[in-house]
């Protein structure tokens, strides 16, 4: 649906041109890793869309939710190296709008 898109494809090489926010462990941290966060963004986001699209089926959702895990293992993936770690403050900036732009990929999914 949207994990094999040119969009989200432009959204991970997005993602790895701006690598060296993850690489950097300075600055304020709360206790949440990194993992915690992109998790919680997801399925927030998730939960948005389906609250603005009621009348999607259970396979619909289904879809979405395979979707939404394809999304967390290949942020996972790519952020290895801090996935563990404790997140910045400007890392979970960074994290808050880029799944808000992969929220704009499932948004598009529905037009």
């Known amino acids: 649906m949207i994990v094999n898109t040119e969009g989200y494809h432009s959204l991970i090489e997005y993602l790895t041109e701006n690598l ?3 690489a950097n462990q300075q600055g304020d941290t709360g206790e949440e890793t990194v993992e ?3 998790t919680d963004l997801v399925a927030s986001n998730l939960m948005t869309v389906f609250a603005q699209n009621p009348e ?3 396979e ?3 879809t979405l939710l395979r979707e939404a ?3 967390v293992a290949d942020l996972g993936e790519v952020l290895a190296s ?3 770690q404790k997140a910045t403050n400007e890392q979970v900036m960074f ?3 880029y799944i808000g732009l992969i929220k704009n990929l499932f ?3 529905f037009r």
Do not use: K
């Open 56 to 58: 999607l089926e259970s």
């Open 36 to 38: 915690d966060i992109v």
């Open 107 to 109: 948004d598009s999914a």
């Open 20 to 22: 060296a926010i993850f």
């Open 69 to 71: 895990d394809a999304v």
């Open 95 to 97: 994290l808050d709008d």
């Open 82 to 84: 801090a996935w563990v």
């Open 60 to 62: 619909m959702r289904f």
